[in-house]
């Protein structure tokens, strides 16, 4: 637990343990990482989400509904243009149902985004069984496409 106090001069002072210093120096590390991430999405002009956005994206019953209404389309738009039955995207993006990979490809295509950007993490039991994570196989596209 962290002790407050005053240095010799009297400027406020607080003694961590070891464990609470070396976790805020970790979390420290980690957010310049994903800053130095986030500057080089922007500069490839990837597309990035608002605070809001993202938490609309995690509050989504899988990211596949988020990216759909982002893009503005019905499921019957989404469906219709990727060859695919409407009901049979509804419980994709219900979760009931995982689709073909094909199928996933078009429909990223469709949205822009990439194949990972509409698997959910539940989706990624390979990655967690072997610790491996699964090859990209399709490429993030700029947002002004």
Wanted: hydrophobic share 40%; charged share 30%.
């Amino acid at each position: 637990m962290p002790v407050m106090t005053k240095s010799p001069k009297g400027d406020d002072i607080v003694i961590l343990s070891r464990r609470e210093y070396e976790r805020l120096v970790l979390a420290a590390n980690e957010d310049a990482a994903d800053a130095v991430a986030a500057r080089k999405a922007v500069a490839r002009n990837e597309e990035t989400l608002s605070e809001a956005e993202l938490d609309a994206l995690l509050a989504a019953k899988t990211p596949l509904a988020f990216w759909r209404r982002k893009r503005g389309l019905t499921q019957a738009e989404l469906a219709k243009s990727v060859g695919i039955a409407q009901g049979f995207l509804s419980e994709l993006e219900a979760g009931q149902k995982t689709g073909t990979v094909g199928a996933l490809r078009r429909i990223a295509s469709v949205l822009g985004i990439s194949l990972d950007d509409i698997t959910s993490s539940k989706d990624r039991s390979f990655e967690q069984r072997t610790k491996r994570p699964a090859r990209r196989t399709i490429g993030r596209r700029s947002a002004n496409r």
